[in-house]
């Protein structure tokens, strides 16, 4: 039986204040469960956030600090390894404690965070369900007289459908939603210009829930007692807290002059970047702001990333992704914040998946690199009552074109490792995946499918795949 865990974030001081806290776990192999939970807390600085206790069957590893915002916020985190043996008939539940929320607009004193997952079995994956995955910095600003929305990125290890909603009930002490700010249950907020009166720091409660996209059954382990679960009802929810803050109005809304505008090569909100393990990630992050002065990188990203700046609106974040982080998707947020005067400036909130292949692999050298073109023939078979999904069957049929020469000896890009015996070429590649997901609606759950089978056929995860049509998807092998 998998007992309740209870965790707690105190932070001390007489100044000292709560910014927020994003929880998530995901299930490893299932005999024994190997459960890591991720916890992200904010605190008023890094000196004041100590997360200090770890009730249950888990390992207590070092706190590390994600970023700080000059001594206004600090962010920490720490993943914990639980280990089971078994489904849990129940759902579970934990809750953290600490200090008060900053004071803030809508009243929210006492801090609760509730995190709801039934550890039972899923009929579709053979395994318990994992909560969605994802991130944000503690504090997001911006002016009263400025329109701003701000898309939420979310994942979901299990490919659920994730949807968002304000906290309510048991989930907090008080409930009360900032009336500035609404939320879609596509994860997706939005704030509309208002008067001065309205200015100041909010309290964000809200909680991401994962609903399956069929009905499963679920199936403790040890009584053999179903129960099942329709797409209408959730299977887990997790806590998303952060500090929203109206600051007075800016001279100008039109971004790129008081609100710092992102510049090429920063990617795209929602771009996946494929890296491997030991192989660091480098993102380039570049903004304007042209009557401010662009003078921070804030962000939110998983354990051991880092930034630096290269002069005024020029950054770059860092990651190298350890053994335990193979295979995983994790989120990483950003904005750039600029100074006016007395005034700060935030742009919009930018957010990307940074996906970690399980090994660390060397490209050899080549004047014409290999280039992959994938087929993909989708049939749907519509349902006979409106209860079933349609059922999608995916055919992948791929062909590899020779490079023409090659220049120099093959090579490896990490030091010390075997360097490859040659150019190794995919001459074709017959596959299919059956899912139940369409392509019009899931194209992006439905290219990671396909990414994953490529990799399982012997591609390497640093693939670049394109949707060219609902029909036909482009595959490219990256450049040596």
């Known amino acids: 039986m998998l007992s309740s865990v209870l965790l707690l974030l105190l932070i001390s001081g007489a100044q000292a204040a709560y910014y927020g806290a994003v929880l998530s776990y995901y299930f490893g192999d299932v005999q024994p469960f190997v459960i890591p939970y991720h916890f992200k807390e904010s605190g008023s600085s890094c000196q004041e956030v100590d997360i200090w206790h770890c009730g249950g069957n888990c390992t207590t590893p070092p706190v590390y600090a994600i970023d700080e915002s000059r001594n206004e916020w600090c962010q920490k985190t720490r993943v914990d390894i639980y280990n089971s043996y078994g489904p849990n008939t129940f759902t579970y539940q934990h809750s953290v404690g600490s200090s008060s929320w900053i004071e803030n607009r809508n009243g929210i004193v006492q801090t609760r965070v509730v995190v709801n997952n039934d550890l039972r079995n899923r009929s579709d994956i053979n395994k318990p369900n994992?909560?969605?995955?994802?991130?944000i910095i503690p504090l997001v600003r911006v002016p009263s007289n400025c329109q701003r929305n701000i898309n939420l990125l979310v994942s979901d290890p299990d490919g659920d459908d994730i949807r968002c909603r304000y906290a309510a009930g048991s989930?907090?002490?008080?409930?009360?939603?900032p009336s500035v700010l609404s939320v879609s249950s596509s994860c997706s907020l939005s704030f509309s210009p208002t008067n001065s009166s309205n200015e100041g720091p909010y309290a964000v409660?809200?909680?991401?829930?994962?609903f399956p996209r069929q009905t499963i059954t679920l199936?403790?382990?040890n009584t053999g007692v179903q129960e099942v679960k329709t797409s209408s009802i959730a299977i887990g929810s997790i806590p998303f807290q952060f500090v929203f803050r109206v600051d007075p109005a800016a001279p100008s809304c039109t971004e790129g002059e008081y609100l710092p505008r992102f510049l090429p090569p920063t990617p795209e909100h929602g771009a996946q970047?494929?890296?491997?393990?030991?192989?660091a990630v480098e993102i380039s992050v570049r903004a304007e702001a042209t009557q401010a002065d662009t003078t921070e990188l804030l962000f939110s990203g998983p354990p051991g990333s880092a930034k630096s700046s290269s002069g005024s609106g020029n950054f770059t974040l860092t990651w190298t992704p350890i053994a335990g982080?193979?295979?995983?998707?994790?989120?990483?947020?950003?904005?750039?914040?600029?100074?006016?005067?007395s005034s700060v400036y935030q742009s919009d909130l930018r957010c990307v998946f940074v996906t970690t292949g399980n090994t660390t692999v060397s490209h050899p050298s080549t004047t014409t690199p290999p280039q992959t073109t994938t087929t993909l023939t989708t049939t749907t078979n519509q349902p006979t009552t409106t209860t079933t999904p349609p059922q999608t069957t995916t055919t992948l049929t791929t062909t590899t074109n020779q490079p023409t020469t090659t220049t120099t000896p093959p090579t490896s890009s990490t030091p010390n490792a075997t360097p490859d015996p040659g150019p190794n070429y995919v001459l074709a590649l017959d596959a299919m995946i059956s899912t139940t997901l369409l392509m019009e609606t899931d194209s992006a759950t439905i290219m990671n499918l396909i990414k994953e089978e490529l990799k399982r056929q012997g591609l390497t995860s640093d693939i670049t795949l394109k949707l060219l049509s609902s029909r036909l998807v482009g595959v490219t092998t990256p450049a040596p």
């Open 171 to 177: 989930e907090c002490n008080i409930c009360t939603p």
């Open 205 to 210: 409660q809200m909680m991401v829930e994962d």
């Open 273 to 279: 970047i494929f890296t491997n393990v030991n192989q």
């Open 130 to 135: 994992s909560t969605p995955q994802t991130t």
């Open 219 to 221: 199936t403790d382990g």
């Open 325 to 341: 982080d193979g295979g995983l998707n994790y989120p990483l947020c950003f904005v750039v914040q600029a100074n006016s005067s």
